[in-house]
């Protein structure tokens, strides 16, 4: 074991349920494994740019019709996949937004869905590179949507890490924090019980 990446994306610092759950899980993990280094992009609070012409011309352009402005934002870039790569344990913060996931986590997947690098397109369709390895999502909602339709943070999330190989993935919710004061205490009893349970 040598990396755990903790991918934060609450807009929020304070009062944050996933980054407080996020920090239990990662406690707890460093535990177990004392010798991993933890490494955190908190894109919540520095967003990843959101692709643009430059980063699309970094990445396809052929490398001498490149500018230095399309290597650096491909650097950048680079980095974020890079960083998923080295990392042995995945730990995702990830609050609901409009029944999705935040639109900087998605601007996180937007890089790291990379062809050639995380994936590649075979004649019978696109194909995962990406060795398999633990992700833990900490998905915190104000409702509760565990199998509702109206869920589209946990469906996308799975889809995008199957995409490019990764299968191992473990659920938290943290839900129905904003259904009153007794819901959201059952809301987060659920997710202290899920939590122990994974450390045993
Ligand atoms: C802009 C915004 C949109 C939200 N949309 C939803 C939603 O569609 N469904 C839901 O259940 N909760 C929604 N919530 C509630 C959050 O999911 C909930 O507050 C969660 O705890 C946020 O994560 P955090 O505590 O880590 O910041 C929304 C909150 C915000 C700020």
Do not use: C
């Amino acid at each position: 074991m040598q990396q755990i990446l903790v991918v934060q994306s609450s807009a929020r610092q304070n009062g944050s349920l996933s980054r407080e759950y996020t920090a239990n899980l990662v406690a707890k993990l460093q535990a177990q494994h004392p010798e991993a280094k933890v490494v955190t992009r908190d894109i919540g609070a520095n967003p990843v740019p959101h692709l643009d012409e430059t980063l699309l011309n970094g990445w396809m352009k052929p490398a001498d019709q490149q500018t230095d402005a399309d290597r650096a934002a491909d650097a950048r870039s680079n980095e974020l996949v890079d960083e998923l790569l080295a990392s042995d344990i995945v730990v995702i913060g990830s609050p609901m937004y409009n029944f999705g996931i935040t639109s900087t986590l998605k601007a996180w997947f937007d890089h790291v869905l990379r062809a050639g690098r995380t994936f590649k397109y075979t004649e019978t369709g696109p194909v995962g590179l990406t060795p398999d390895r633990k992700v833990y999502i900490v998905a915190s909602r104000g409702g509760r949507h565990q199998g509702s339709p109206l869920d589209h943070q946990q469906p996308y999330i799975t889809t995008a890490f199957g995409f490019i190989g990764i299968q191992d993935l473990t659920f938290i919710h943290v839900e129905g924090q904003a259904m009153g004061e007794e819901e959201a205490g059952k809301g987060r009893a659920e997710a202290d019980k899920a939590l122990s349970e994974l450390a045993a």
